[in-house]
């Protein structure tokens, strides 16, 4: 557990049912620390935390030539605290609906979920040679992710500016403050009741803030679309007989991600878009009203899905084909 001493609650938000503490920095004045830190971070232990895993598989040689494999496995995980971070300060950056000082138990970025893994093989020999035929399939839930407030790194309720806030779901239109979006010269862009009518949609559409109305999103609530990945692997073997002995020339073929090669849409490994500390800036945070606790918000319909395609580095949505060739000898 990480406790930034340099900030204390100090009242609620008020003017709907999110009445989550609004924090401010504790006065140091007339002390050593005053104007010298940022950030005072206590460190401590915690008991609250669990993991559970399932694995079931099967396993059968059908032939000489014919081997097949099915696994199953599911894990679940909560804690307080990951700790992924090198420094305190950013340990500390657990995005909570009671404020980072006050974290709950929720779930662990580490909670895989369901995988799927399997392969099948088939060997076919030959007079002077053998080809070999493996597939292999991994299936893996999405990545985790939140709905959260944009604030601009304004630093929202107080606590500091580098995080975002988990998001309130509103039960009605009275229950968040929509302001009007406009252009430089105060045109309405968008008016209030439209943004209420395309939140409302998204939320009636999804099952998750469907079941949250009048609470708060929890952390790691959510999941980007299920991870399909089917890899395909062709071995040739020449078997040449040196010195009374049989060595092998092996030519193979391995596709990986070989689903993306037969067609764009598929092996795609999805991500949450500008996700920070994995939370997805969904509705903006656009300031208080003049009694300073009342928050108003905008929200821009998203133009498409809240996750984004990962196309980058070894891993990725792209296929990928490696031709090898190994001599074999005794």
Request: hydrophobic letters at 30%; aromatic letters at 14%; a negative charge.
């Amino acid at each position: 557990l990480y406790h930034n001493l340099m900030f204390t609650p100090n009242g609620n938000l008020t003017g709907t049912g999110d009445n989550r503490p609004i924090y401010e920095q504790v006065n140091f004045s007339g002390t050593d620390v005053e104007g010298k830190y940022t950030a005072i971070i206590l460190g401590s232990n915690t008991s609250e935390g669990y993991t559970y895993n399932f694995t079931a598989q099967l396993q059968k040689d059908f032939s000489d030539n014919f081997s097949a494999s099915l696994a199953y496995s599911y894990t679940d995980a909560y804690s307080m605290n990951d700790g992924q971070s090198s420094q305190n300060s950013s340990q500390w950056r657990v995005v909570n609906v009671n404020g980072k000082n006050n974290i709950d138990l929720a779930r662990s970025d580490f909670a895989t979920g369901h995988r799927i893994v399997g392969f099948g093989s088939y060997r076919k020999e030959f007079r002077n040679m053998a080809t070999q035929l493996s597939v292999f399939y991994s299936g893996q839930s999405g990545d985790l992710f939140s709905y959260g407030y944009a604030d601009g790194y304004t630093s929202y309720l107080g606590e500091d500016n580098n995080s975002l806030e988990l998001m309130y779901i509103p039960v009605d239109q009275n229950d968040i403050h929509l302001v009007d979006i406009t252009d430089a010269d105060g045109a309405v862009i968008t008016s209030a009741a439209q943004q209420w009518a395309d939140l409302n949609e998204y939320i009636e559409n999804d099952e998750y803030l469907s079941s949250r109305r009048g609470q708060y999103a929890e952390r790691n609530s959510s999941r980007v679309p299920f991870v399909n990945m089917i890899d395909l692997r062709i071995a040739q073997d020449f078997y040449v007989n040196v010195g009374g002995k049989r060595n092998t020339l092996q030519v193979s073929l391995d596709i990986f991600n070989v689903g993306n090669l037969l067609n764009k849409d598929w092996g795609r490994i999805y991500f949450p878009s500008g996700a920070y500390y994995g939370n997805v800036p969904f509705v903006n945070f656009e300031g208080f009203k003049e009694d300073g606790t009342t928050p108003t918000y905008t929200y821009e319909k998203p133009s498409g899905d809240l996750w984004a395609i990962d196309d980058s580095g070894l891993l990725s949505s792209r296929w990928q084909g490696q031709l090898t060739i190994r001599y074999i000898f005794n």
